[in-house]
């Protein structure tokens, strides 16, 4: 369900590190959690994200949540394909609905975040 | 009643209040009357106002006539006594005349989508001014001093509190339309962040009745990369106008469709705006699906950028849309169509310029069905004084909100003004 | 498309766009007695539009006939029951209909003469001393045009009182159990919001006050009694440590039904607060609107309210418009008359003493229907509630029925749903407020009902969570309207 080679935070983002670039995304709990998702609000490319902070939302019919970018760095792709189809983000949110790509400014921070197997137990204890 | 709640009498319900808060005396109001005494109340006080008078107040608040047939369909306890529709199985016809509303405010104004309305016209200024505000990321905001001179001060109290700094750019004197050339100097130069401008916002018909220049502000406005919002006061100035192709954002006042004046309220503003600015929009929003067997239905969407879900982030603190008040307009432009809008309009021009024709007109540019008159000989205060006498209410006097239009009245004519009394009126 | 349903009234009903045909009207203008005007003569022809696109073409009895079909979809007071928790869906006077529409009040210019005004001034100045006696505060303004507008227009008084006391602050405090409007309300007037978590029994933790009323805390506000239907009791208590503080008190006055004349906000430490005079006042809802939301305050605060204010001179009202330390107009002319014309009627016919009997009835109702729902329902706080009751889906929730399952259920019983997921510290929430119009008999049948769902909801959850049945629409899709937003009709 959650793949090895991510890494997890606390908010439910997932971050896939190639080198000195990343690419960013909601876990399937998160998706789960939000229900039918309508309308995703992303950055430019070129923006600057810091870690912890928000740098967007995923919106339900109800509900708002801001995301949070796991890393900082440099937005370098956006997945331009979620402004018409939003759902992807309910079917496919550790593929093909990536939120967006950056250049990492440290790539030293993503000792800090959880393994799968931590992010399992994690979700585990939240419910 | 009161055993099942476990009570013996009444007051017990509220024992539990500390002692200190209760109020242990009778609220100092009269008691209540009776229905016939209340009709006698309010008789009383109409009677106190001015009746059977002929007036040429216009000024942002219209006398038009109101089709019998509006206040036969807002009567409907269906229509009026309705909550908002939240629950959209039962809200049908609400959201379907909703969805109609603002359809035909597209269709007036050329936007490409239209809120279920703001408060009023007034409000839908700063409305739109924090929607550019939001779109561009600026927050500098340039206003005509042709636009109403109340909404204004509406602008002003809004943007205050918004860190966005509001300047005004003047009118010509020759022809009563907006100063492009103040507008240029005053757009500046795109040297410091801090000085750009969101938007540039122009009334047309102005305050002083001119059709005004919205396209060359327009063009001047996107150079510098701001938006233009374009208000209106006189609704019924669409069904003749050129709609304003080259805005940005649409903020008007509907009530000339059939809305009383009412002293001033309740009223029906509407924002209309682009597509891409949908999202930016306040206010709430009926959207068409379906149900799940597949028929067409309404409902409110786009609810993430409201206050109930959306919090202190929401694109407006606003709740209310003035749901039974848009109706009103909508049965009115029911009623009157694609051809009775443009007539209306029409008589509206004719018997505005056989007022102005008595009259020494102030301003060249043209007008819709007001137009700012130069009175000679005594002030327009003291010409208004003779008039009355006529039972006649002229023109509103401008120097309180034109110091430099200190002789000079604002009149308006519409379909109800009568040949005879326009004839009463010499300057 | 089947044209015509069932027998029943409703029927399927195109949108005008769909009915119109070229050349229908149901207008008839009289003839000029001045002289026609060329448009493009007179306006120059790049001024004058084209015929407006797609715009209505019907007759006058399509027109009627349209609106009212249309009608018969909508529920309404009327009807029945609105259990809406915070709206006071009480009975619309048809008094206040007539009294509004006639004529000299209805045809009042705002510009016209004040010697012309007379009467128009004097129903808003009687309005203004009922409503600040109501309230127990000071002065009243009418100009807010929903309780929204009031919200925003008490937060930009509260500020212009500490600006002039040299230090406007940064923050407001709000409770997790708040209206959205308050915060939104507090970021408009550009102050930053804080939340203060309620207590276990929910309501104000006046320890978790104390903490963070600072100096950059311009006010806390509050709605009393809470959207958990509880009074605040600590309040006064929470009034004088904002006092100490140099910090003010609002109130939101959605909830006022539980208090006219019962207790006043003036009284237990209020500086400054908003009503609803669709709510409380018996104003339509209209659909949506139009509402009013006067704002009442004390002494302190009167010198920054709206401009122009109601003075007296002499015998006569006028408009006072130096004011030179008013926040400005929060909206052109003097306020929502039309519908400040409807609560003066309805507090007339009411008086004093009507006034507190109605806010008696409305507490009995609340209470009668927690003490007879209680068995089976899940009630989150056990404070004794006044004019309306929370409670929560917990029960239904173990059978995979959630609070919005049953509200849909209610509409097949011929109700309207009570307010739904919130307020948001209960999970699953349940707000029902059934105001004093309900009679037993209208209250039991409501009870019943429930009943009857909360059984359905353990015997027959897949009938619950596909409900309503019986209305003209299934459950809607809000998702792809959301997706895909269709704002407008257009021609295929």
Same mark, same amino acid.
Not at chain 3, 12 to 35: H, I, M, T
Not at chain 3, 114 to 134: D, H, N, P, T
Not at chain 3, 254 to 269: E, Y
């Given at each position: 369900?959650?793949?090895?080679?991510?890494?997890?935070?606390?908010?439910?983002?997932?971050?896939?590190?190639?080198?000195?670039?990343?690419?960013?995304?909601?876990?399937?709990?998160?998706?789960?959690?939000?229900?039918?998702?309508?309308?995703?609000?992303?950055?430019?490319?070129?923006?600057?994200?810091?870690?912890?902070?928000?740098?967007?939302?995923?919106?339900?019919?109800?509900?708002?949540?801001?995301?949070?970018?796991?890393?900082?760095?440099?937005?370098?792709?956006?997945?331009?394909?979620?402004?018409?189809?939003?759902? #992807?983000?309910?079917?496919?949110?550790?593929? #093909?609905?990536?939120?967006?790509?950056?250049?990492?400014?440290?790539?030293?921070?993503?000792?800090?975040?959880?393994?799968? #197997?931590?992010?399992?137990?994690?979700?585990? #204890?939240?419910? | 009643?009161?055993?099942?709640?476990?009570?013996?009498?009444?007051?017990?319900?509220?024992?539990?209040?500390?002692? /200190?808060?209760?109020?242990?005396?009778?609220?100092?109001?009269?008691?209540?009357?009776?229905?016939?005494?209340?009709?006698?109340?309010?008789? /009383?006080?109409?009677?106190?106002?001015?009746?059977?008078?002929?007036?040429?107040?216009?000024?942002?608040?219209?006398?038009?006539?109101?089709? =019998?047939?509006?206040?036969?369909?807002?009567?409907?306890?269906?229509?009026?006594?309705?909550?908002?529709?939240?629950?959209?199985?039962?809200?049908?016809?609400?959201?379907?005349?909703?969805?109609?509303?603002?359809?035909?405010?597209?269709?007036?104004?050329?936007?490409?989508?239209?809120?279920?309305?703001?408060?009023?016209?007034?409000?839908?200024?700063?409305?739109?001014?924090?929607?550019?505000?939001?779109?561009?990321?600026?927050?500098?905001?340039?206003?005509?001093?042709?636009?109403?001179?109340?909404?204004?001060?509406?602008?002003?109290?809004?943007?205050?509190?918004?860190?966005?700094?509001?300047?005004?750019?003047?009118?010509?004197?020759?022809?009563?339309?907006?100063?492009?050339?103040?507008?240029?100097?005053?757009?500046?130069?795109?040297?410091?962040?801090?000085?750009?401008?969101?938007?540039?916002?122009?009334?047309?018909?102005?305050?002083?009745?001119?059709?005004?220049?919205?396209?060359?502000?327009?063009?001047?406005?996107?150079?510098?990369?701001?938006?233009?919002?374009?208000?209106?006061?006189?609704? =019924?100035?669409?069904?003749?106008?050129?709609?304003?192709?080259?805005?940005?954002?649409?903020?008007?006042?509907?009530?000339?469709?059939?809305?009383?004046?009412?002293?001033?309220?309740?009223?029906?503003?509407?924002?209309?705006?682009?597509?891409?600015?949908?999202?930016?929009?306040?206010?709430?929003?009926?959207?068409?699906?379906?149900?799940?067997?597949?028929?067409?239905?309404?409902?409110?969407?786009?609810?993430?950028?409201?206050?109930?879900?959306?919090?202190?982030?929401?694109?407006?603190?606003?709740?209310?849309?003035?749901?039974?008040?848009?109706?009103?307009?909508?049965?009115?432009?029911?009623?009157?169509?694609?051809?009775?809008?443009?007539?209306?309009?029409?008589?509206?021009?004719?018997?505005?310029?056989?007022?102005?024709?008595?009259?020494?007109?102030?301003?060249?540019?043209?007008?819709?069905?007001?137009?700012?008159?130069?009175?000679?000989?005594?002030?327009?205060?003291?010409?208004?004084? =003779?008039?009355?006498?006529?039972?006649?209410?002229?023109?509103?006097?401008?120097?309180?909100?034109?110091?430099?239009?200190?002789?000079?009245?604002?009149?308006?004519?519409?379909?109800?003004?009568?040949?005879?009394?326009?004839?009463?009126?010499?300057? | 498309?089947?044209?015509?349903?069932?027998?029943?009234?409703?029927?399927?009903?195109?949108?005008?766009?769909?009915?119109?045909?070229?050349?229908?009207? *149901?207008?008839?203008? !009289?003839? @000029?007695?001045?002289?026609?005007?060329?448009?493009?003569?007179? +306006?120059?022809?790049?001024?004058?539009?084209?015929?407006?696109?797609?715009?209505?073409?019907?007759?006058?009895?399509?027109?009627?006939?349209?609106?009212?079909?249309?009608?018969?979809?909508?529920?309404?007071?009327?009807? &029945?029951?609105?259990?809406?928790?915070?709206?006071?869906?009480?009975?619309?006077?048809?008094?206040?209909?007539?009294?509004?529409?006639?004529?000299?009040?209805?045809?009042?210019?705002?510009?016209? !003469?004040?010697?012309?005004?007379?009467?128009?001034?004097?129903?808003?100045?009687?309005?203004?001393?009922?409503?600040?006696?109501?309230?127990?505060?000071?002065?009243?303004?009418?100009?807010?045009?929903?309780?929204?507008?009031?919200?925003?227009?008490?937060?930009?008084?509260?500020?212009?009182?500490?600006?002039?006391?040299?230090?406007?602050?940064?923050?407001?405090? $709000?409770?997790?159990?708040?209206?959205?409007?308050?915060?939104?309300?507090?970021?408009?007037?550009?102050?930053?919001?804080?939340?203060?978590?309620?207590?276990?029994?929910?309501?104000?933790?006046?320890?978790?006050?104390?903490? +963070?009323?600072?100096?950059?805390?311009?006010?806390?506000?509050?709605?009393? !009694?809470?959207?958990?239907?509880?009074?605040?009791?600590?309040?006064?208590?929470?009034?004088?440590?904002?006092?100490?503080?140099?910090?003010? +008190?609002?109130?939101?006055?959605?909830?006022?039904?539980? +208090?006219?004349?019962?207790?006043?906000?003036?009284?237990?430490?209020?500086?400054?607060?908003?009503?609803?005079?669709?709510?409380?006042?018996?104003?339509?809802?209209?659909?949506?609107?139009?509402?009013?939301?006067?704002?009442?305050?004390?002494?302190?605060?009167?010198?920054?309210?709206?401009?122009?204010?109601?003075?007296?001179?002499?015998?006569?009202?006028?408009?006072?418009?130096?004011?030179?330390?008013?926040?400005?107009?929060?909206?052109?002319?003097?306020?929502?008359?039309?519908? @400040?014309?409807?609560?003066?009627?309805?507090?007339?016919?009411?008086?004093?003493?009507?006034?507190?009997?109605?806010?008696?009835?409305?507490?009995?109702?609340?209470?009668?229907?927690?003490?007879?729902?209680?068995?089976?329902?899940?009630?989150?706080? *056990?404070?004794?509630? @006044?004019?309306?009751?929370?409670?929560?889906?917990?029960?239904?929730?173990?059978?995979?029925?959630?609070?919005?399952?049953?509200?849909?259920?209610?509409?097949?019983?011929?109700?309207?749903?009570?307010?739904?997921?919130?307020?948001?510290?209960?999970? &699953?929430?349940?707000? $029902?407020?059934?105001?004093?119009?309900?009679?037993?008999?209208?209250?039991?049948?409501?009870?019943?009902?429930?009943?009857?769902?909360?059984?359905?909801?353990?015997?027959?959850?897949?009938?619950?969570?596909?409900?309503?049945?019986?209305?003209?629409?299934?459950?809607?899709?809000?998702?792809?309207?959301?997706?895909?937003?269709?704002?407008?009709?257009?021609?295929?």
């Amino acid at each position: 369900m959650y793949p090895e080679n991510f890494r997890y935070t606390k908010e439910h983002e997932w971050v896939l590190v190639e080198g000195d670039t990343a690419t960013v995304g909601i876990t399937d709990h998160a998706q789960r959690e939000l229900g039918d998702i309508v309308y995703v609000d992303l950055p430019k490319v070129g923006a600057r994200l810091e870690q912890g902070a928000s740098f967007g939302s995923v919106e339900s019919v109800k509900a708002v949540s801001d995301v949070y970018s796991p890393v900082s760095g440099e937005v370098t792709g956006v997945n331009a394909a979620l402004a018409d189809t939003p759902e #992807a983000l309910n079917q496919d949110p550790h593929g #093909a609905a990536w939120l967006v790509k950056l250049k990492l400014a440290n790539p030293a921070e993503v000792e800090g975040l959880m393994s799968a #197997a931590d992010y399992v137990v994690y979700v585990g #204890a939240e419910k | 009643m009161l055993r099942a709640c476990g009570v013996s009498s009444p007051d017990e319900l509220f024992a539990h209040l500390p002692e /200190a808060v209760r109020l242990n005396r009778p609220l100092a109001l009269d008691p209540g009357i009776s229905e016939y005494e209340i009709v006698d109340y309010f008789r /009383a006080r109409a009677a106190e106002n001015a009746h059977g008078y002929a007036s040429f107040l216009g000024a942002g608040v219209y006398n038009h006539y109101r089709p =019998v047939l509006v206040d036969a369909v807002v009567s409907r306890g269906e229509f009026l006594t309705s909550y908002t529709p939240y629950q959209a199985e039962i809200s049908q016809g609400t959201l379907t005349a909703i969805f109609e509303f603002q359809t035909m405010i597209c269709q007036l104004t050329g936007m490409d989508v239209a809120n279920a309305s703001m408060y009023d016209g007034s409000t839908a200024v700063p409305e739109a001014a924090m929607m550019a505000a939001r779109s561009t990321g600026r927050s500098r905001v340039l206003v005509a001093r042709g636009v109403h001179p109340e909404y204004r001060e509406v602008l002003r109290t809004y943007a205050r509190n918004q860190g966005m700094p509001v300047e005004e750019f003047g009118y010509v004197a020759q022809t009563g339309a907006i100063d492009l050339e103040d507008l240029e100097r005053r757009m500046g130069s795109d040297a410091a962040d801090a000085a750009l401008a969101a938007a540039v916002i122009v009334q047309s018909p102005n305050f002083f009745g001119v059709v005004d220049q919205v396209k060359s502000a327009a063009e001047i406005a996107h150079r510098h990369g701001a938006l233009l919002i374009m208000v209106f006061t006189e609704a =019924v100035s669409l069904g003749i106008l050129e709609p304003p192709a080259d805005a940005d954002i649409v903020a008007g006042e509907l009530q000339s469709f059939a809305i009383s004046p009412s002293y001033g309220g309740p009223f029906a503003g509407i924002l209309a705006t682009r597509e891409k600015y949908m999202r930016q929009m306040p206010g709430r929003l009926v959207g068409q699906t379906n149900d799940a067997r597949g028929n067409r239905a309404f409902c409110l969407t786009l609810s993430t950028r409201e206050q109930h879900i959306r919090r202190e982030k929401a694109t407006s603190n606003i709740c209310t849309n003035q749901a039974l008040i848009a109706l009103m307009a909508t049965v009115f432009m029911t009623v009157y169509g694609k051809r009775g809008l443009r007539e209306l309009a029409e008589r509206n021009m004719a018997k505005a310029r056989y007022l102005a024709a008595k009259m020494q007109p102030r301003f060249s540019g043209p007008f819709f069905n007001e137009f700012v008159a130069r009175v000679e000989g005594r002030t327009p205060e003291d010409l208004n004084k =003779v008039l009355l006498k006529k039972k006649i209410v002229g023109g509103l006097p401008l120097g309180r909100y034109y110091p430099e239009l200190a002789d000079c009245m604002l009149l308006c004519a519409t379909e109800m003004s009568t040949r005879a009394s326009m004839d009463e009126v010499r300057a | 498309m089947i044209t015509k349903v069932r027998p029943h009234l409703s029927q399927n009903e195109a949108l005008l766009f769909e009915r119109s045909s070229p050349g229908k009207k *149901a207008y008839q203008l !009289p003839d @000029l007695d001045v002289p026609a005007v060329d448009p493009a003569e007179a +306006l120059g022809a790049e001024n004058v539009r084209e015929a407006i696109e797609g715009f209505p073409e019907v007759s006058e009895v399509e027109a009627i006939r349209h609106f009212t079909r249309l009608s018969t979809w909508n529920y309404a007071i009327d009807h &029945g029951m609105y259990p809406l928790g915070s709206c006071t869906m009480k009975y619309n006077p048809r008094i206040n209909e007539l009294v509004a529409r006639i004529e000299g009040l209805a045809w009042a210019h705002p510009y016209q !003469p004040e010697a012309l005004s007379q009467g128009c001034m004097r129903v808003m100045a009687s309005l203004e001393s009922a409503l600040a006696e109501i309230t127990g505060m000071d002065a009243v303004t009418l100009q807010p045009a929903a309780g929204a507008h009031g919200e925003l227009t008490g937060i930009l008084l509260i500020r212009a009182l500490l600006e002039k006391r040299g230090n406007p602050r940064r923050k407001i405090l $709000i409770p997790d159990s708040a209206h959205g409007t308050n915060p939104a309300t507090a970021a408009i007037a550009g102050y930053a919001v804080e939340n203060i978590k309620s207590s276990e029994a929910g309501v104000l933790d006046v320890g978790a006050l104390e903490q +963070l009323v600072t100096e950059d805390v311009a006010a806390l506000m509050v709605t009393n !009694p809470n959207t958990l239907g509880v009074f605040e009791h600590n309040i006064v208590e929470a009034a004088g440590i904002l006092h100490r503080k140099g910090a003010l +008190l609002y109130m939101d006055g959605a909830n006022m039904n539980a +208090l006219v004349g019962i207790a006043r906000p003036g009284d237990f430490g209020v500086d400054v607060m908003h009503l609803n005079l669709h709510k409380t006042f018996s104003t339509p809802h209209g659909g949506g609107g139009p509402g009013a939301g006067p704002v009442a305050v004390k002494k302190a605060l009167e010198p920054f309210l709206p401009v122009p204010r109601l003075r007296r001179s002499g015998k006569k009202l006028a408009w006072d418009y130096r004011r030179k330390h008013c926040i400005g107009r929060v909206r052109a002319f003097y306020g929502n008359f039309g519908v @400040l014309v409807r609560a003066l009627a309805y507090i007339l016919a009411h008086g004093g003493e009507g006034l507190r009997n109605a806010t008696v009835d409305a507490v009995l109702n609340a209470v009668y229907i927690r003490k007879q729902l209680e068995p089976h329902f899940d009630l989150p706080y *056990a404070s004794p509630n @006044l004019h309306e009751v929370v409670f929560s889906d917990k029960r239904q929730a173990a059978h995979g029925v959630h609070t919005g399952d049953l509200a849909k259920r209610l509409i097949d019983y011929g109700f309207h749903p009570y307010t739904v997921s919130f307020p948001m510290i209960v999970h &699953g929430a349940l707000m $029902i407020e059934p105001t004093e119009t309900e009679s037993k008999l209208e209250l039991d049948q409501f009870i019943e009902a429930m009943i009857s769902i909360a059984g359905e909801a353990a015997s027959d959850p897949q009938l619950v969570r596909n409900a309503p049945y019986g209305t003209r629409t299934s459950r809607v899709d809000e998702v792809t309207a959301a997706r895909k937003p269709v704002l407008r009709w257009k021609p295929e």
